[in-house]
């Protein structure tokens, strides 16, 4: 008779340690990817560009935003592959070091001024660099956690790869919102502006520091000795698991929750045009607030989906979302500040939490150990890809002038929200299969007693730990 030891990898796992190696990498890589978004729409229109046409200057300054996006898709690919053939801690080493030192060279750059033409070059191949590394952080970070996770506690240590992006973006906030604010206009534009970037240097040796600690996980050094570790695991991800890369890639879709509420909306409540005259300084503190919001909920929901599962807390967060969408455009419509935020809060801040602190767990379960990066990856910026489009697409359907913006911008946004749900409804549930029973379609789950069983020991487990330490 088999028991759970036979279906799930032997060897030490690193519980606490993989989830702070995920979340203070997550943190990084997130910080320098949106003191990015907020320099290209504040600062390098002025300094990188030609000053002559200042509305090309930031049209151009923009597009080099989603360049980062561009190249997302070919990171997935190349960094989920090393991630499944060298392992999970060698990727995320890497991911890390591209990304740290790509920011600090933004930080180091020449500006227009200086050496002309060069400076806009040099800054799109940086941010390419960023969107290559990012690519594969997110799907690095959760197989590394999920694979030193005990059973019955996925979701929980997972979610905290997720806590750590949110975490990234308020750092990103907090330090150049008040450099901004406080510096003079012509010191910030002179050089205030590089110290974001440069600081990313002591986040490099704080994330090397822990990163280096964590052992490769027990899941992948059990495929390793076994010699069955693929040698074109994309090929072997599309072939076997092209169903749940497909599922994924829809479920991805959700992003279209962050890009309504920080991208879309703001636009809608501030810009001259609409006619909705909000103040701009109001809408800056929008990310701010989800996210701290975030960082509190996140936990709480990757505990959850170990109690009831993975789907419910998507399906739900999903859905709710979409239908707070209209709420949230109304209030903007109607010029209501305090509604707008609280609207966007509740959305951003808390429901859609309950699809982006389990997905984590959710989208790496579905796959097995030797193709788990590389299916994650490569699905999860697909789908992501594709949401950095919908802002040009939401105000092609919905331009300055039209009426029942609200309406049709929402009914948007939650009918993409619904083939997400669609899309997870039609996955099997994976929070009580064992590890190496993942990406199995056929694998039998762990009955409900016995997993509760198994749940409350590793949770009594782990306190005797704490309380001997």
């Keep these: 008779m088999s028991t759970a030891k036979d279906h799930e990898p032997q060897g030490r796992h690193q519980s606490r340690k993989a989830a702070a190696s995920g979340w203070i990498g997550s943190a990084l890589e997130y910080y320098d990817f949106f003191i990015y978004a907020t320099a290209a729409s504040l600062i390098f229109p002025q300094i990188f560009f030609p000053t002559g046409n200042p509305r090309i200057a930031i049209i151009a300054s923009l597009a080099t935003y989603g360049v980062g996006y561009v190249a997302r898709p070919i990171g997935a690919f190349v960094l989920g592959h090393w991630g499944d053939t060298r392992g999970r801690k060698h990727v995320l080493l890497v991911c890390m070091f591209l990304m740290g030192f790509s920011t600090i060279a933004v930080g180091l750059l020449p500006t227009y001024s200086q050496v002309g033409l060069l400076a806009p070059a040099l800054l799109v191949v940086l941010r ?104 074109a695991p994309i090929i072997q991800a599309i072939t076997n698991s092209w169903r749940d890369m497909l599922r994924v890639i829809c479920a991805a879709l ?15 409540a501030v810009q001259p045009a609409y006619g909705i005259g909000f103040q701009k300084d109001i809408y800056l503190w929008i990310p701010v607030l989800g996210n701290i919001l975030a960082v509190i909920v996140i936990p709480f929901v990757g505990n959850l989906s170990d109690k009831v599962g993975r789907k419910p ?32 809060l509740l959305m951003w801040g808390v429901v859609y939490q309950g699809y982006n602190a389990v997905f984590p767990s959710f989208y790496p379960e579905l796959f097995p150990t030797r193709t788990r990066c590389s299916a994650m990856a490569i699905s999860q910026n697909l789908g992501t890809t594709v949401t950095a ?81």
């Design 254 to 268: 959700m992003n279209v929750i962050p890009v309504v509420a920080t991208v879309f909306g703001a636009a809608y």
């Design 389 to 469: 489009m919908l802002p040009a697409l939401f105000v092609a359907v919905a331009p300055p002038g039209s009426a029942n913006i609200p309406l049709t911008i929402g009914a948007l946004t939650f009918g993409i929200t619904i083939v997400s749900a669609l899309a997870v409804l039609s996955a099997r549930e994976t929070y009580r299969v064992h590890m190496n029973d993942l990406g199995n379609p056929d694998a039998v789950p762990v009955p409900k007693p016995e997993y509760e069983r198994l749940r409350a020991k590793t949770l009594a487990d782990a306190r005797l730990a704490r309380a001997a330490a």
């Design 128 to 231: 390419l660099i960023q969107g290559f590394a990012v690519a594969g952080e997110i799907a690095g970070a959760s197989s590394m956690i999920l694979e030193h996770a005990p059973f019955g506690r996925r979701g929980f240590f997972a979610s905290f790869s997720l806590q750590g992006v949110q975490a990234g973006q308020i750092m990103a906030a907090a330090v150049f919102l008040p450099l901004a604010h406080f510096m003079p206009e012509d010191a910030f534009l002179s050089w205030g502006w590089r110290i974001p970037f440069l600081l990313s240097f002591v986040v490099i040796v704080a994330g090397y520091i822990i990163r280096r600690e964590v052992d490769e996980t027990p899941a992948f050094a059990e495929v390793d000795s076994q010699n069955a570790l693929p040698k």
């Design 313 to 344: 807390p998507i399906v739900i967060g999903a859905l709710g979302a979409g239908l707070l969408s209209f709420g949230y455009l109304y209030a903007i419509s109607i010029h209501n500040v305090p509604l707008a935020i609280g609207m966007s």
